[in-house]
């Protein structure tokens, strides 16, 4: 069986997965695959997390070679009314970090998961990040995921997609299971 062919793309888009649905994340993770498949270097940059969570072995353990993942967050969930100092902190390496990489030339697809949380929470500006959309190199792929996605966002993204939950087994007191949801 033989394997893809390297190919790439020559201009770069903005997508953003949103809505209350299940699915963002994932939808990320399945373009990364794709990205791999064709020998395109992916960094995935999550924010608010700092869980164990299964895509992290086989993306640093299968595909480290071409995918890099880093955690800007802790192992607690974020609340309003409970975001801590460490927290803002995480947020903005997490920017800083994203912001490199944008310019570094060896990767062509950047996955911010959960940014559109951490800006509705506070710990990034809006603006920031639209300073980053509207600064992003031509070539680069630019992907946004997580619940409340600013309008601003939406608006500067070339594709958006809206994940909404129809029904979920959570509201039964389902808790998140390995290799389904976490």
């Given at each position: 069986?033989?394997?893809?062919?390297?190919?790439?793309?020559?201009?770069?888009?903005?997508?953003?997965?949103?809505?209350?649905?299940?699915?963002?994340?994932?939808?990320?993770?399945?373009?990364?695959?794709?990205?791999?498949?064709?020998?395109?270097?992916?960094?995935?940059?999550?924010?608010?997390k700092g869980q164990d969570?299964?895509?992290?072995?086989?993306?640093?353990?299968?595909?480290?070679?071409?995918?890099?993942?880093?955690?800007?967050?802790?192992?607690?969930?974020?609340?309003?009314?409970?975001?801590?100092?460490?927290?803002?902190?995480?947020?903005?390496?997490?920017?800083?970090?994203?912001?490199?990489?944008?310019?570094?030339?060896?990767?062509?697809?950047?996955?911010?998961?959960?940014?559109?949380?951490?800006?509705?929470?506070?710990?990034?500006?809006?603006?920031?990040?639209?300073?980053?959309?509207?600064?992003?190199?031509e070539e680069k792929e630019?992907?946004?995921?997580?619940?409340?996605?600013?309008?601003?966002?939406?608006?500067?993204?070339?594709?958006?997609?809206?994940?909404?939950?129809?029904?979920?087994?959570?509201?039964?007191?389902?808790?998140?299971?390995?290799?389904?949801?976490?």
């Amino acid at each position: 069986m033989g394997g893809f062919k390297k190919e790439t793309f020559s201009k770069g888009y903005v997508q953003v997965y949103t809505g209350n649905g299940k699915g963002k994340t994932t939808a990320a993770l399945g373009l990364t695959i794709r990205a791999v498949a064709h020998g395109m270097k992916v960094y995935i940059a999550q924010f608010l997390k700092g869980q164990d969570y299964g895509e992290l072995y086989v993306l640093r353990e299968r595909m480290g070679d071409l995918v890099t993942i880093e955690q800007f967050g802790t192992p607690k969930f974020v609340k309003t009314g409970q975001i801590s100092d460490e927290d803002y902190e995480l947020a903005r390496r997490g920017l800083e970090k994203v912001k490199e990489i944008l310019f570094d030339k060896d990767y062509r697809i950047v996955i911010m998961e959960e940014v559109n949380v951490a800006m509705y929470l506070g710990l990034l500006g809006k603006r920031e990040v639209l300073e980053l959309i509207k600064n992003k190199p031509e070539e680069k792929e630019l992907i946004l995921t997580g619940r409340y996605a600013p309008q601003e966002i939406i608006d500067a993204a070339d594709l958006v997609t809206e994940m909404r939950e129809v029904k979920h087994y959570y509201q039964k007191g389902v808790m998140a299971r390995p290799g389904i949801e976490k």
